[in-house]
Nanobody, 124 residues
Framework: QVQLVESGGGLVQAGGSLRLSCAAS????????MGWFRQAPGKEREFVAG????????NYAYSVKGRFTISRDNAKNTVSLQMNSLNPEDTAVYYC?????????????????WGQGTQVTVSS
Protein backbone atom coordinates (compact mmCIF):
# COMPACT_ATOMS: atom_id res chain seq x y z
CA GLN A 1 0.00 0.00 0.00
CA VAL A 2 1.18 3.49 -0.84
CA GLN A 3 0.20 6.67 0.94
CA LEU A 4 0.63 9.96 -0.90
CA VAL A 5 0.59 13.37 0.74
CA GLU A 6 0.62 16.58 -1.28
CA SER A 7 1.83 19.95 -0.06
CA GLY A 8 2.66 23.36 -1.42
CA GLY A 9 -0.73 24.59 -2.54
CA GLY A 10 -2.00 28.05 -1.76
CA LEU A 11 -3.16 31.37 -3.10
CA VAL A 12 -1.07 33.14 -5.74
CA GLN A 13 -1.60 36.02 -8.13
CA ALA A 14 -1.78 35.49 -11.85
CA GLY A 15 1.69 35.24 -13.30
CA GLY A 16 3.10 33.79 -10.11
CA SER A 17 4.60 30.41 -9.31
CA LEU A 18 4.01 27.55 -6.92
CA ARG A 19 5.81 24.30 -6.30
CA LEU A 20 3.78 21.28 -5.28
CA SER A 21 5.36 18.30 -3.60
CA CYS A 22 4.13 14.78 -3.07
CA ALA A 23 5.66 12.51 -0.47
CA ALA A 24 5.11 8.78 -0.72
CA SER A 25 5.21 6.37 2.18
CA UNK A 26 4.31 2.79 2.83
CA UNK A 27 6.56 1.46 0.12
CA UNK A 28 8.92 2.87 -2.44
CA UNK A 29 7.49 4.36 -5.60
CA UNK A 30 10.79 4.18 -7.42
CA UNK A 31 9.32 1.60 -9.80
CA UNK A 32 6.04 3.49 -10.25
CA UNK A 33 5.04 6.07 -12.77
CA MET A 34 3.72 9.16 -11.03
CA GLY A 35 1.26 11.77 -12.13
CA TRP A 36 -0.42 15.01 -11.19
CA PHE A 37 -4.09 15.60 -11.86
CA ARG A 38 -6.37 18.48 -11.03
CA GLN A 39 -10.06 19.03 -10.54
CA ALA A 40 -11.79 22.38 -10.70
CA PRO A 41 -15.28 22.92 -9.24
CA GLY A 42 -17.93 21.41 -11.47
CA LYS A 43 -15.36 19.79 -13.76
CA GLU A 44 -13.95 16.33 -14.17
CA ARG A 45 -10.52 15.41 -12.90
CA GLU A 46 -7.95 16.01 -15.62
CA PHE A 47 -4.40 14.94 -16.26
CA VAL A 48 -1.75 17.62 -15.74
CA ALA A 49 1.65 15.92 -15.91
CA GLY A 50 3.24 12.53 -15.53
CA UNK A 51 6.66 10.98 -15.22
CA UNK A 52 7.97 7.48 -15.78
CA UNK A 53 9.69 5.55 -13.02
CA UNK A 54 13.11 7.07 -13.55
CA UNK A 55 11.90 10.39 -14.85
CA UNK A 56 13.23 9.76 -18.30
CA UNK A 57 9.83 10.12 -19.89
CA UNK A 58 7.42 12.90 -19.06
CA ASN A 59 4.06 13.95 -20.44
CA TYR A 60 2.11 17.17 -20.03
CA ALA A 61 -1.36 18.37 -20.75
CA TYR A 62 -1.38 20.86 -23.60
CA SER A 63 -2.72 23.58 -21.32
CA VAL A 64 0.32 23.46 -19.02
CA LYS A 65 3.11 22.54 -21.42
CA GLY A 66 5.96 25.02 -21.18
CA ARG A 67 4.72 26.37 -17.84
CA PHE A 68 4.74 23.31 -15.56
CA THR A 69 7.59 20.90 -14.89
CA ILE A 70 7.28 17.54 -13.19
CA SER A 71 10.29 15.97 -11.47
CA ARG A 72 10.97 13.16 -9.08
CA ASP A 73 13.56 12.13 -6.53
CA ASN A 74 13.42 8.38 -6.05
CA ALA A 75 15.94 8.50 -3.23
CA LYS A 76 13.51 10.68 -1.29
CA ASN A 77 10.36 9.00 -2.59
CA THR A 78 8.98 12.34 -3.77
CA VAL A 79 7.58 13.90 -6.90
CA SER A 80 7.18 17.63 -7.51
CA LEU A 81 5.33 19.93 -9.83
CA GLN A 82 6.83 23.34 -10.53
CA MET A 83 4.12 25.64 -11.79
CA ASN A 84 5.06 28.93 -13.43
CA SER A 85 3.07 31.65 -15.16
CA LEU A 86 -0.06 30.60 -13.34
CA ASN A 87 -3.42 31.90 -14.49
CA PRO A 88 -6.90 31.74 -12.96
CA GLU A 89 -7.75 28.74 -15.16
CA ASP A 90 -5.18 26.74 -13.17
CA THR A 91 -7.29 27.07 -10.03
CA ALA A 92 -8.17 23.57 -8.84
CA VAL A 93 -7.46 20.87 -6.30
CA TYR A 94 -4.26 19.15 -7.39
CA TYR A 95 -3.80 15.45 -6.78
CA CYS A 96 -0.72 13.29 -6.81
CA UNK A 97 -1.12 9.73 -8.07
CA UNK A 98 0.96 6.60 -8.47
CA UNK A 99 0.44 3.60 -10.68
CA UNK A 100 1.70 0.04 -10.58
CA UNK A 101 3.58 0.43 -13.81
CA UNK A 102 6.79 2.16 -14.81
CA UNK A 103 5.21 4.02 -17.72
CA UNK A 104 3.33 7.30 -17.77
CA UNK A 105 -0.44 7.22 -18.19
CA UNK A 106 -2.88 10.06 -18.73
CA UNK A 107 -6.16 8.52 -17.60
CA UNK A 108 -7.09 8.69 -13.96
CA UNK A 109 -8.36 5.10 -13.89
CA UNK A 110 -4.87 3.88 -14.72
CA UNK A 111 -3.56 5.09 -11.37
CA UNK A 112 -3.83 2.98 -8.26
CA UNK A 113 -2.99 5.35 -5.43
CA TRP A 114 -4.08 8.91 -4.78
CA GLY A 115 -3.30 11.68 -2.35
CA GLN A 116 -5.93 13.79 -0.65
CA GLY A 117 -5.23 16.82 -2.82
CA THR A 118 -3.98 20.34 -2.26
CA GLN A 119 -5.84 23.50 -3.24
CA VAL A 120 -4.29 25.91 -5.71
CA THR A 121 -6.05 29.23 -6.20
CA VAL A 122 -4.85 31.79 -8.73
CA SER A 123 -6.31 35.27 -8.44
CA SER A 124 -6.60 37.63 -11.38
Amino acid sequence: QVQLVESGGGLVQAGGSLRLSCAASGRTVSSSAMGWFRQAPGKEREFVAGTSWRGGSTNYAYSVKGRFTISRDNAKNTVSLQMNSLNPEDTAVYYCAARSSVWVAVRSWEYDYWGQGTQVTVSS
